[in-house]
């Protein structure tokens, strides 16, 4: 069910108001505007903000309309319990609301400690996928792993703690993040530290 309820609004309103005199003067801006936005003018952000196509809106209200998207959807997908048959048929969806992933974990505890997860951008789920197995089109035959190199640069690796695994079939990657390596790597926040590495995989295709 990818129907949101009123309440995220709500929750766009709180986290305005917890941020707004500590943010920038552009920030306070965009804030602003939110503030005095109809329900339907948000509804219509969300939507953009969702399905990635936002051309028209302001890029400093998208983390905000995508804050609360997020805490919307983590308090629906606490609801779910522990664990929930896959439902998208596609490895590459969240089973829970069928948004993408933001990276994938090796993990170091739950049942199977060095399984891998795919751990969803929108509600904070997390379901298993096979290691060695493209999250993308699930193939396994021309998996190859990168990483940044001490100059900044990208280079071939596998036991990075936080590594980009490429398909040479479908031309896609996801950036896996191994707690083998690192027990403190966190999905959203080496994701975002690392966007040199979206960079360089880009550039090579």
């Keep these: 069910d990818t129907a949101r309820e009123p309440a995220w609004r ?3 309103s709180l ?3 917890g941020v707004m005199t500590a943010a920038p ?5 965009a804030l602003r505007r939110l503030q005095g936005a109809t329900h339907r003018e948000l ?4 939507d953009s903000v969702l399905s990635f196509d936002f051309p028209d809106a302001s890029p400093a209200e998208i983390p905000f309309i995508g804050a609360a998207l997020q805490v919307h959807w983590t308090h629906r997908a606490s609801a779910c319990g522990p664990a929930i048959a896959p439902s998208t048929g ?8 069928g948004a993408l992933p933001v990276a994938s974990v090796i993990r170091i505890d739950g049942p199977v400690p060095g399984a891998r997860y795919l751990a969803c951008t929108l509600c904070s789920s997390a379901w298993l996928l096979p290691r ?4 993308q089109c699930g193939e396994s035959s021309k998996i190859a792993y990168y990483h940044l190199d001490a100059e900044g640069g990208q280079t071939a690796a596998r036991k990075a703690p936080l590594r980009a695994e490429a398909c040479d079939l479908c031309r896609g990657y996801v950036k896996l993040v191994d707690r083998e390596q690192d027990p403190l790597a966190d999905p959203v926040a080496d994701d975002l530290a690392s966007l040199t590495l979206d960079l360089l995989m ?3 295709g």
């Design 10 to 12: 709500d929750v766009l």
């Design 15 to 17: 986290i305005i108001e």
């Design 25 to 29: 003067a552009p920030a306070q801006a």
């Design 43 to 46: 509804d219509a952000l969300a």
């Design 90 to 97: 596609f490895p590459s969806l969240c089973p829970v609301c």
């Design 132 to 135: 060695g197995q493209c999250s």
């Design 202 to 204: 880009d550039e090579s």
